[in-house]
């Protein structure tokens, strides 16, 4: 069975500071990750996904996400944060190409503070 | 870019009583999907759907759960008899075949079950 683990459910951090959410992965065969953001009042968008290809993921918004298969992990990085990043993160696995069943993490709320 | 709409945003039920959640996905999308986040809880896959039929289902979708198109435009959840543990953020999510991993998601109906 896969699990997904997302280390503080609420972060908060300066404009301009690096954000880091944390996830880590259970999955018993290789894994598909993605990363989704919930603005308020809005559905999940998806950030960027891991299908296997480059560890290094690059996606929308400034955000990327480096696979580490030793570690289990999919952290989420930012360099610079922005206001407008405030929002909930979500980390996803599935173990199906397609996406046809996501698990989910708990999610994590990112606050900017000014 | 095309969103997924999702009616109503908020639904307010007497236990017992059936509920009819709406979808509109994406128009030239195939595959159909609901999630749900009980209140504090992870988001969880419910069921998917494709060419007319069930896909996939979790083991919250029991029988008081159903799904249907009913013509090219809607997807719809039915909860035949609802419960206080019903009671959660209900998202639709539609995917594109050519374009696999990505789901595309609405903003969500929060069904409160009183």
């Known amino acids: 069975a896969q699990s997904v683990t997302q280390l503080g459910s609420h972060v908060s951090v300066s404009e301009g500071a690096l954000v880091l959410l944390r996830c880590n992965y259970s999955s018993s065969v290789p894994p598909y990750l993605f990363w989704y953001v919930q603005y308020p009042n809005q559905g999940l968008q998806l950030l960027l996904k891991?299908?296997?290809?480059?560890?290094l993921v690059k996606g929308i918004n400034g955000f990327e996400a480096e696979f580490k298969k030793s570690e289990t992990s999919f952290h989420l990085t930012k360099p610079s944060a922005h206001m407008s990043d405030a929002a909930e993160y979500f980390c996803?696995?599935?173990?199906?190409?397609?996406?046809?069943?996501?698990?989910f993490g708990q999610g994590t709320r990112l606050t900017i503070n000014p | 870019e095309p969103e997924v709409t999702q009616t109503p945003s908020h639904q307010v039920t007497q236990m017992g009583q059936e509920v009819i959640l709406r979808c509109v996905p994406i128009?030239?999308?195939?595959?159909f999907y609901w999630y749900r986040q009980i209140l504090g809880q992870k988001v969880e896959f419910l069921v998917s759907f494709y060419n007319n039929e069930i896909s996939e289902k979790s083991e919250i979708f029991d029988d008081q759960f159903s799904v249907e198109r009913p013509d090219g435009s809607n997807f719809t959840l039915k909860i035949r008899s609802t419960k206080l543990e019903d009671s959660a953020m209900y998202f639709c999510a539609s995917r594109d075949a050519d374009r696999d991993e990505k789901l595309f998601f609405g903003s969500g109906t929060q069904l409160s079950v009183l």
């Open positions: 996803a696995v599935s173990d199906q190409w397609g996406a046809q069943k996501l698990v």
């Open positions: 128009s030239n999308h195939l595959y």
């Open positions: 891991y299908t296997s290809a480059a560890t």
